[in-house]
T-cell receptor, first 110, second 114 residues
Framework: QKEVEQDPGPLSVPEGAIVSLNCTYSNSAFQYFMWYRQYSRKGPELLMYTYSSGNKEDGRFTAQVDKSSKYISLFIRDSQPSDSATYLCAMRRGNNRLAFGKGNQVVVIP | ETGVTQTPRHLVMGMTNKKSLKCEQH?????MYWYKQSAKKPLELMFV???????ENNSVPSRFSPECPNSSHLFLHLHTLQPEDSALYLC?????????????FGPGTRLTVT
């Protein structure tokens, strides 16, 4: 079983729709959970960072962590064409290496 | 320059060539990382340096040789690569290895091995 599972998509939505992305994981020791956004020909940039279970909101972005189900989600409200990118989930415990999902390509159609 | 920079941005090399990738961070960080990103695969951590000391080698073949002369610079020396080594090579840095600290990525070097 892979450490982190993420459906690579692609996912196409009309402008203004809600984008819903998720990852599942197998290692219950993960403590830190992240979502990175990667535009074409760029490196990943950190979008959301959460510690342990719960919700975190930042503008149009909401990250959810459910440790009991080993499931994390990212929601993008009122999606814009500029949100078109690949979204990577990542997680780690302590000083250990980041474990990434494969990335989910999102296309927001104007 | 700010953030994490990488040169060259694109590199095409034959299997018998020797080349080097360069990474520089202008963030005052102490930890630096090399990652490999291949299509349809998760990012793979290759090497970690903390305060110039290599702290992790993720079973990377010896044809990849990292060098970290100081906390701001990281190199990846390449020799006798294989076509399957073609990928995007990303450098990242963070305050240190503690999981509390965000990793900042460079734009990557797109490597093609012919």
């Amino acid at each position: 079983q892979k450490e982190v599972e993420q459906d690579p998509g692609p996912l196409s939505v009309p402008e203004g729709a809600i984008v819903s992305l998720n990852c599942t994981y197998s290692n219950s020791a993960f403590q830190y959970f992240m979502w990175y956004r990667q535009y074409s020909r760029k490196g990943p940039e950190l979008l959301m960072y959460t510690y342990s279970s719960g919700n975190k909101e930042d503008g149009r972005f909401t990250a959810q962590v459910d440790k009991s189900s080993k499931y994390i989600s990212l929601f993008i409200r009122d999606s814009q064409p500029s949100d078109s990118a690949t979204y990577l989930c990542a997680m780690r415990r302590g000083n250990n290496r980041l474990a990434f999902g494969k990335g989910n390509q999102v296309v927001v159609i104007p | 320059e700010t953030g994490v920079t990488q040169t060259p941005r694109h590199l095409v090399m034959g299997m018998t060539n020797k080349k080097s990738l360069k990474c520089e961070q202008h963030l005052g960080h102490n930890a630096m990382y090399w990652y490999k990103q291949s299509a349809k695969k998760p990012l793979e951590l290759m090497f970690v340096y903390n305060f110039k000391e290599q702290t992790e080698n993720n079973s990377v073949p010896s044809r990849f040789s990292p060098e970290c002369p100081n906390s701001s610079h990281l190199f990846l020396h390449l020799h006798t690569l294989q076509p399957e080594d073609s990928a995007l090579y990303l450098c990242a840095s963070s305050q240190d290895r503690d999981g509390r600290y965000e990793q900042y990525f460079g734009p990557g070097t797109r490597l093609t091995v012919t």
